[in-house]
Nanobody, 127 residues
């Protein structure tokens, strides 16, 4: 059974940086796309960054130029480098992956394109 496990969250002041990691475990499974989502208290979950097997990426407008998504296929690990963090970035961050044997036509920020989810890691940014 494939699992996703996030790490790297924490509390920091505005302007700081964090790198989130997501390890894919449970077999030789390379999803055709992976993504990072976040959910702030009282708000709906939103797609933050996505990447596919060709390293094609996309980002939500509010993080462009500040966040970078990447992957290390040899380590089955997804990363999200977050720089210039703002209080509005405070949220639970989730890693997501497309199901095995899925055909992907590129990266995505839509929840319906993902079927595997991690438990989340909290990021709290204070002003």
């Amino acid at each position: 059974v494939q699992r996703l496990e996030e790490s790297g969250g924490g509390s920091l002041q505005s302007g700081g940086s964090l790198r989130l990691s997501c390890v894919v475990s449970g077999g030789a499974y390379r999803p055709c796309r992976m993504g990072w989502f976040r959910q702030a208290p009282g708000k709906e979950r939103e797609g933050v960054a996505g990447i596919d097997t060709r390293d094609s990426t996309r980002y939500i407008d509010s993080v462009k130029g500040r966040f970078t998504v990447s992957q290390d296929n040899a380590k089955y690990t997804l990363y999200l480098q977050m720089n210039s963090l703002k209080p509005e970035d405070t949220a639970m961050y989730y890693c997501a992956a497309a199901a095995p044997d899925t055909y992907c036509s590129g990266s995505s920020l839509h929840e319906f394109d993902y079927s595997l989810w991690g438990q989340g890691t909290q990021v709290t940014v204070s002003s």
